[in-house]
DNA sequence: TTGAAAGGTTTAAAAATTTAAACCCTTTAA
DNA sequence: TTAAAGGGTTTAAATTTTTAAACCTTTCAA
């Protein structure tokens, strides 16, 4: 019962923390606008240092919300949002199911109908 | 473009951390499993001083995820998901309209199929 | 085979978060 | 009108997170 609810609620942890620092959701904007990024590119780009990039974008890589392609000596990261959106996507469809008022959605008898 | 994205982001940084903390999520599921609860009670359960659950119930609260009703000496917390949820939706909508790789949603030629 | 470019890691400091003890303010029952 | 119950806030300590400087590794071109 609510035990699915705290499953998707801890497996979705990590989107969370990994969301809840505008850095990175700066980063993920970078790469949605310009496609695959090294990292020199997002410092340009981004008031930070290398190595906070550097680290943001490793939190990013453990959450599974970047990928990573190394080319000769750059590393191109770029967004694999899919399977985070799948997971908020069933938590969401779960805490609607189980934890929204429910509104009517029976249908009115036809002559309760105008 | 990426605009809106941005801001839907942004507007769900509060959402994302306060949901990015376990305790808080338990906090949640409590509610969601007993109903509304009163500071104690919530305290009763939760391995926590009262001080700590009452901070995290003002972080809720500032996100928007609990509301509070006060009943003579007591506080009645209860959820109120509600505008969170859609909030995640839209901001769920977009990344999956914008970001997602798009699969071929086309309906084949008539002659192709089969 | 050097050297420069790209980028990860270690380290140490600064900042933010989390926590509980101590304290204070209400409300209500005696 | 006290006392006790419920609960916020302040404070200070502990922990975690964030950051950049210094350093190291790998790749590739000269």
Same mark, same amino acid.
């Not at 620092?21 to 959701?25: A, E, H, K, Y």
């Given at each position: 019962m609510g035990k699915l609810a =705290?499953?998707?609620?801890r497996e979705c942890l990590p989107v969370f923390q990994t969301l809840s620092?505008?850095?990175?959701?700066d980063i993920l904007l970078l790469l949605h606008e310009n496609g695959p990024l090294p990292v020199n590119e997002l410092t340009s780009k981004l008031s =930070?240092?290398?190595p906070a990039v550097s680290h943001h974008l490793k939190l990013l890589l453990q959450a599974g919300l970047v990928s990573c392609e190394q080319q000769g000596t750059q590393r191109h990261y770029s967004l694999s949002l899919e399977a985070s959106v799948t997971m908020?996507?069933?938590l969401i469809s779960v805490v609607e199911e189980e934890c929204l008022p429910k509104?009517?959605?029976t249908i009115p008898a036809k002559e309760a109908r105008l």
């Open positions: =705290l499953k998707l609620f620092d505008p850095n990175r959701q =930070l240092s290398r908020l996507r069933e509104f009517d959605t």
